[in-house]
């Protein structure tokens, strides 16, 4: 299925949060930007699962399976803006094995029915449905602008929604970004699609389709599992990799922070395992960050042999740090912690210069 309806669109739409708030209705609105305007075949995927630690992990962490909850029913409409007060003249209703609505249960994953819908270009779509039940998995730290609707008004929340939006359209290839906040794009303006993995989207999208992986808090080890955030990334043929900097400010899951060696391993363990099902992976250095000093140097250790472990694994490497920081190794993130759109725009340049060769794509 994964290989038939790919991504449409660079906005990041996994799940970093899940907390009890008692059973209740809920109605949400979600404006996604599309990657690739036009009429298609489309199909949603959803993973009732969290795909990685938030914070502390305290609250909510890796794998943690949402809870049992109704989709009372859903629609999709095309918007020459955001507005969450806007009423639809044409909107599609999304059906799952015939029916509008559907029960959802801890942990399940499932793909509602085919439909047809339009986009335009310049235009949002508009993801609306309603919900009845508790511990439904969303992104705490969206990139797009989703509205709940509470006490008869639209008020501005995060909001969960399905793992992928996908249209059916021929590709030479699917590719995946996985990482923490600043993959998902962190540091950028909302609805903006400045981050690095959007742009990069956009520039190889006539031959490839493409799926932000990235979440805020995000750590390799959370990947490492071969949990929910795993088995996404698995369905694509080509996954790059950008772990590290949760890894090491925050650590594995209520654990220390991790040294360099633990970072290695780590990244080797996805690797391993991605190779193993013949996938193509290019692994990033890990991004310069706010560090304190002793964590200073094992990023640097890390970053120094990731080109080995890539070569070991018969992988492609990218510098993303040779582009964020002022001088090699000295963590002197020029563009912000988070990189801005400015930043972005570099790392794409440099994904470019890399893949782009003699007027072809080699991705």
């Known amino acids: 299925m994964f290989k038939k309806y790919v991504s449409n669109t660079s906005a990041p739409t996994g799940t970093s949060f899940c907390e009890s708030k008692g059973e209740r209705y ?28 938030y914070a502390d992990g305290s609250a909510s962490w890796r794998n943690k399976p949402g809870g049992n909850f109704k989709i009372i029913s859903a629609r999709i409409f095309a918007s020459d803006s955001i507005d969450a007060n806007i009423e639809p003249n044409e909107f599609t209703k999304i059906t799952f094995n015939g029916e509008e609505s559907k029960i959802v249960y801890t942990n399940e994953r499932f793909w509602s029915d085919e439909f047809s819908f339009e986009v335009k270009e310049g235009q949002y779509f508009c993801w609306e449905w309603e919900l009845f039940g508790d511990e439904i998995p969303y992104n705490i730290e969206p990139l797009t602008t989703s509205f709940v609707f509470e006490d008869g008004k639209w008020i501005s929340s995060a909001a969960p929604m399905p793992a992928l939006f996908g249209i059916d359209r021929k590709v030479k290839k699917t590719v995946v970004f996985m990482g923490d906040s600043i993959t998902a794009g962190c540091g950028t303006e909302r609805d903006k699609y400045e981050m690095w993995a959007a742009r990069i989207a956009d520039m190889i999208k006539d031959e490839y389709a493409t799926w932000n992986l990235g979440l805020g808090y995000g750590r390799g080890d959370d990947c490492a599992t071969l949990g929910s955030w795993f088995e996404k990334g698995k369905e694509a043929d080509v996954i790059f990799l950008a772990y590290g900097v949760n890894d090491f400010l925050a650590g594995p899951y209520l654990s220390k922070w991790a040294s360099g060696g633990m970072m290695i391993k780590t990244i080797e363990t996805i690797v391993k395992n991605l190779r193993a099902l013949g996938k193509e992976v290019i692994i990033s250095s890990v991004p310069p960050f706010r560090f304190p000093d002793c964590q ?62 003699d007027g072809e794509w080699t991705i």
């Not at 949400?28 to 009429?39: A, H, I, Q, T, Y």
């Not at 200073?296 to 992988?315: F, H, S, V």
Request: charge should be positive; glycine fraction near 6%; hydrophobic fraction near 40%.
């Open 296 to 357: 200073r140097d094992e990023w640097k250790c890390t970053n120094l042999a990731i080109p080995t472990l890539a070569k070991m694994y018969g992988c492609r490497f990218f510098d993303i740090e040779s582009v964020l920081d002022s001088e090699p190794f000295k963590c002197d993130y020029i563009y912000g912690d988070h990189p801005n759109g400015i930043g972005g725009k570099i790392v794409a340049e440099k994904f470019k210069e890399q893949f782009f060769v």
């Open 26 to 53: 809920y109605k949400f609105r979600s404006f996604l930007r599309p990657l690739v305007c036009g009429n298609f075949a489309w199909r949603v995927y959803f993973m009732n699962q969290v795909n990685s630690t």
